[in-house]
């Protein structure tokens, strides 16, 4: 994750075991530190991972209904993968906008990185 979801200077760590129900911590720095907290929903290797996650930067209370979900699904084809992102639950319209924008980026770096790093 740490290899798509930013620039090399914002120092993203990702701190989890992957472990269903366990915690996953998203942290970093963009003009500002942030810290995204969240749950492992799914995680099968090469096939599906999805969690939740607030952002530090949202201000917003810790509570379900403002965790944004994320299910990343790697769908095998004839002679290629498809991905798949299903993102649900914006607590805000900002966050809507600031994921649909990030999103759109970053799964093109995504595919790229999968297809040269195929399971």
């Known amino acids: 994750m740490k290899l798509w979801m930013g620039e090399p200077e914002m120092n993203v760590t990702v701190t989890t075991d992957w472990i269903v129900g366990n915690t ?7 003009h ?6 969240g749950k492992v929903l799914r ?3 090469c096939s599906v991972l999805a969690y939740s996650y607030l952002s530090s ?3 917003l209370p810790d509570v379900p209904e ?5 299910t990343f699904s790697l769908i095998p084809l004839t002679a ?3 991905l798949s992102l299903h993102i649900e639950n914006f607590p805000t319209d900002t966050i809507y906008k600031h994921l649909n924008f990030y999103w759109q980026a970053t799964c093109v770096l995504l595919r790229d990185l999968v297809g040269e790093n195929a399971c």
């Open 24 to 30: 996953i911590e998203i942290s970093g720095f963009h």
């Open 32 to 37: 500002t530190g942030f810290v995204n907290t």
């Open 43 to 45: 995680f099968e290797p």
């Open 57 to 59: 930067i949202s201000r």
């Open 66 to 70: 403002n965790q944004t979900r994320l």
């Open 80 to 82: 290629t993968t498809k």
